[in-house]
């Protein structure tokens, strides 16, 4: 996604830059004009001032000390072009325009690098909240895979043992051999998994079924929801739901959501952890996913702000995994709403638009399974 | 000698359990399998063989860890092997002062775990010979009359049977007697022999009368 916001506002720019560059060299030739032809003692180009503050949107640092220099030089240049009547209050004339000139052109440079320093503070923060909830995933990944590489290491032992009996035992061997394939494989799907979680690709959108996004979610945080004891149910769309949709930027979506849903859960007595997930159609062509919890809920004041950047009550929160499903969510044309329970906890809705087509033969087969 | 031993296996994990199992069938151990700790206290389980339990650290209800913890309460005393997924260091030793055989990560070498498993399996045939022994004795000890119990008392702590009269206030014939009792019911060869089931027996903590 970051890459191909990018590409899109480069391509952007050029077009606002040229528009942009066109209205800085009209207003210079007016100024220059206008300074160049008024009395000496009229500080026209004090104006100059108006190009410096229209190129701080536009530029970036060496653009606006360019562009300033060049201020500078015309000021200086229709300070000798005009005619003299008073060549001492010309002087200061153009020596207070020059000042203001140098002065806007400091403040000018002093915000962007401000504004420069906030925005790479912004790319961080994202990064490290993808991080981190992609952290929490893989902690229980880990887990996962070590599995299945453990019984395939002691199967691969057995194996071995059986075969250098005094008589070899070819059939338990075998046995074992098989339950050596048939774990690395297990484990090979779960790295396949995750890889497909790590990619930080533009939007490949494709068709799928959103219940295979949720089963996956619901999968690689089942360690998760069984080492905290939560009671999790799934009243899941006896139909595909299909949606057109970036497969890891909507597992972001349900995973955030799941995440989140836990994490709010844990707080409770362990009899009130409960996570219920729904998946359905919603009337005009559009998919639902309902995730609701028995945990803390949003404040009715609070609800205005949970998909703010930087806003979190969690401790040790980015305030960013709301605000990152939110964008996912608007950028699939979709919406998303959360609202406080009656009887306690959150509940947020994620709603999709509905995609015609048929489902690819990899979500046939992820439905067999 | 190995059809009497047993090894326990619990797992959530029904992959590790088939494998564990197969490994172990392939050195000619016995093995039984849970799926939860709860399974495993709900099954039969006999005191009397040589058996150590081979434990997830991480399942879902019950952690091994936790149980480990309640064996006693549950008058369970075998040698505990943990095996986890991602155990770090100050969960390994805690599990060994808590008294583990041994602590592995998985995946894990099989001659690790065979050679806790052998250790663990040894610990326990000792724990069931002392515990047999100590009822044995019990038992002998049990036969003996006060008065015989009470030269015991004072010859395991060395006195001299002159000594011992006094004490108890009786001829020295008689402590004699009693001595050579004790020394038959307690089917003790000789004074050290008698000493260390003494020892056994803690009698030494015992009141004298």
């Known amino acids: ?369 | 000698m190995n059809e009497q031993k047993l090894v326990y296996i619990i797992d959530d994990e029904a992959g590790i359990r088939e494998a564990l199992e197969d490994l172990l069938a392939s050195v000619n151990l016995k093995t039984q399998t849970f799926g939860s700790v709860e399974e495993f206290l709900a099954a039969d389980r006999n005191a009397s063989t040589p058996s150590c339990l081979v434990l997830d650290v991480r399942m879902p209800g019950q952690s091994g860890m936790d149980f480990h913890d309640q064996m006693r309460e549950f008058g369970i005393d075998i040698p505990v092997i943990f095996i986890t997924g991602h155990g770090d260091i100050p969960m390994s030793v805690t599990a060994m002062k808590r008294g583990a055989v041994d602590f592995l990560p998985k995946p894990f070498r099989d001659q690790d775990l065979l050679e806790a498993i052998n250790r663990g399996l040894t610990l326990s045939a000792k724990q069931i010979e002392l515990k047999s022994s100590l009822i044995r004795l019990r038992k002998l000890y049990s036969l003996l009359n006060v008065g015989e119990k009470a030269v015991m008392g004072y010859v395991v702590r060395g006195f001299l049977n002159k000594q011992i009269a006094a004490e108890l206030n009786v001829s020295e014939i008689t402590v004699k007697v009693r001595r050579s009792n004790v020394m038959q019911k307690m089917k003790a060869k000789s004074l050290a022999d008698l000493v260390k089931i003494a020892e056994v027996l803690d009698l030494g903590n015992a009141p004298t009368f």
């Open chain 1, 1 to 369: 996604m970051a890459i191909a916001t990018r590409t899109f506002r480069t391509r952007n720019l050029t077009k606002k830059a040229f528009a942009l560059r066109c209205l800085l060299l009209i207003v210079i030739i007016a100024i220059f004009i206008f300074d160049t032809l008024s009395k000496l003692e009229i500080a026209a180009a004090v104006f100059y001032i108006v190009v410096i503050l229209i190129g701080s949107r536009g530029f970036s640092r060496s653009g606006i000390v360019a562009l300033s220099s060049i201020c500078f030089a015309l000021t200086v240049i229709s300070f000798f072009a005009t005619k003299t009547d008073d060549l001492q209050t010309g002087l200061a004339n153009t020596l207070i325009a020059l000042m203001a000139l140098a002065l806007t052109t400091y403040i000018v440079i002093w915000a962007k690098t401000a504004e420069q320093n906030a925005i790479s503070a912004i790319e961080r923060l994202n990064r490290v909240a993808r991080i981190q909830s992609l952290g929490e995933l893989i902690a229980s990944i880990g887990h996962e895979i070590n599995q299945p590489l453990a019984a395939a290491t002691v199967s691969a032992d057995a194996c071995r043992n059986w075969l250098y009996r005094d008589r070899p035992d070819i059939e338990r061997a075998k046995a074992a051999l098989e339950r050596v394939t048939r774990e690395t494989s297990r484990a090979a799907a779960v790295i396949e998994r995750i890889r497909s979680l790590s990619k930080n690709e533009a939007p490949n959108k494709e068709l799928f079924d959103l219940n295979t996004i949720v089963a996956e979610t619901l999968e690689l945080s089942a360690q998760q929801i069984d080492a905290i004891g939560i009671h999790l149910e799934w009243d899941r769309a006896d139909h595909p739901l299909i949606i057109e949709a970036d497969h890891v930027q909507m597992m972001q979506v349900t995973s955030n959501l799941i995440l989140n849903a836990i994490a709010a859960v844990k707080t409770q007595e362990p009899t009130n952890r409960f996570i219920s997930v729904t998946t359905r159609r919603d009337g005009n062509h559009k998919v639902c996913l309902i995730i609701t919890d028995t945990g803390c809920g949003i404040a009715e004041n609070d609800l205005a702000h949970i998909f703010d950047a930087f806003w979190t009550k969690r401790e040790g929160g980015t305030g960013l995994g709301l605000t990152l499903v939110r964008a996912i969510v608007e950028a699939h044309k979709g919406i998303i709403e959360a609202r406080h329970n009656p009887h306690g906890g959150a509940s947020f809705k994620v709603l999709l638009p509905e995609a015609h087509q048929k489902p690819t033969n990899a979500d046939k087969e992820a439905k067999n399974e």
